[in-house]
């Protein structure tokens, strides 16, 4: 069985940092591309960062300069550091992996078939 667990999200005051993790397990072959989407309450669930297999990665206009995404080297782990947080970037941030067509944007939500069950990322003071 295919999972995703995400772990890392957490409270933390204005120009914080946090280190998210997706762990992937269950699956027979190499994800071609993983994925950080978040959502907040009445909107719709946005791409944050992703990579592909051949380490090309792709970031939303809100988080570039500021997040890294970033696998291990045996490619089962994905991650987000998250730099400079913003009180913009409380949400529920989900991992996704196995992108099911080609695509130039690896922050298309309907890429993705497999998703995580979330971490809760609150940026406050």
């Known amino acids: 069985e295919v999972q995703l667990v995400e772990s890392g999200g957490g409270l933390v005051q204005p120009g914080g940092s946090l280190r998210l993790s997706c762990t992937a397990s269950g699956f027979t072959y190499r994800s071609n591309c993983m ?8 909107k719709e669930r946005e791409g944050v960062a992703a990579i592909n297999v051949d380490g090309r990665t792709d970031y939303s206009d809100s988080v570039k300069g500021r997040f890294t995404v970033s696998q291990d080297n045996g490619k089962t782990t994905l991650y987000l550091q998250m730099n ?19 695509s130039r944007s690896l922050l298309l939500q309907d890429l993705y078939k497999f998703w995580g069950q979330g971490t809760q990322v609150t940026v406050s003071s």
């Open 35 to 42: 994925g950080w989407f978040r959502q907040t309450p009445g």
């Open 84 to 102: 400079s947080l913003e009180p913009d970037d409380t949400a529920m941030y989900y991992c996704a992996a196995v992108c099911e067509r080609p």
